[in-house]
């Protein structure tokens, strides 16, 4: 079956670095999105992407955040300087199409230091 | 806010008995999904009501939806130690502008005692 992939599973990093997280989204699909978990909390929406533009974003998604879809396969979230409270687990999604379920990837769990 | 709250916020039941666990919202939807998470895991999608809708079935899950009450329930049927996740729910709407978002509730943490 089909899966989306996350790239690291955990990440390590030290207030105000910058940490990519990536995505190989189902290769078929056309909507794309980044969620994160905070330990023990809901899942919180970040962002969503389609036709190479971002179509939605929270308020959680300020300008420290960013999205690209550099090639075919690939879908990166870039934190700029990070910060303790970006402590989370980051979970990828993609959807065919508007409206239908999600296929999320196993997630990467970020530690700020 | 169209977030979905769970209840109960934890279920404890033995091997072989049902589960249901309820998921109530704020605002008009166009379609609900439940998901589970096993623990240090991703979510996985379970099953997708859409708001014209009132039960869905696959294997041993039934779920309802009743717009009116804004209300959802997930009922598990003979449920296995395997069934031990955290179970949230979803709230599915366009915006609009047209984008769809999906908005999670805080889960509901199930424990099948073998």
């Known amino acids: 079956e089909p899966e989306v992939t996350q790239t690291p599973s955990h990440q390590v990093t030290q207030m105000g670095q910058e940490v990519i997280l990536r995505c190989v989204p189902i290769?078929?699909?056309?909507?794309f999105y980044w969620y994160r978990q905070i330990l023990g909390q809901k899942v919180e929406f970040l962002v969503s992407f389609y036709n190479n533009e971002i179509s939605e974003k929270s308020e959680i998604f300020d300008d420290q955040f960013s999205v690209e879809r550099p090639d075919g396969s690939n879908f990166t979230l870039k934190i700029r300087s990070t910060k303790l409270e970006d402590s989370a687990m980051y979970f990828c999604?993609?959807?065919?199409?508007?409206?239908?379920?999600?296929?999320f990837g196993s997630g990467t769990r970020l530690t700020v230091v | 806010s169209q977030q979905g709250e769970e209840d109960p916020q934890a279920l404890s039941i033995q091997e072989g008995e049902n589960a249901t666990m309820n998921c109530s919202y704020k605002?008009?939807?166009?379609?609900l999904q439940w998901y589970r998470q096993n623990s240090g895991r991703g979510l996985v999608h379970l099953i997708l009501?859409?708001?014209?809708?009132r039960e869905k079935h696959s294997g041993r899950l039934r779920v309802t939806l009743d717009t009116s009450k804004k209300s959802s329930s997930l009922l598990i049927t003979a449920s296995r130690a395997a069934d031990t996740a955290s179970y949230f729910c979803?709230?599915?709407?366009?915006?609009?502008?047209?984008?769809?978002?999906?908005?999670f509730g805080k889960g509901t943490k199930l424990s099948v005692i073998p």
């Open positions: 999604a993609s959807s065919l199409n508007k409206g239908y379920g999600y296929t």
């Open positions: 979803a709230t599915g709407a366009y915006s609009g502008a047209g984008s769809y978002q999906l908005t």
């Open positions: 605002t008009s939807i166009n379609n």
């Open positions: 290769s078929n699909h056309l909507y």
């Open positions: 009501i859409r708001s014209n809708e």
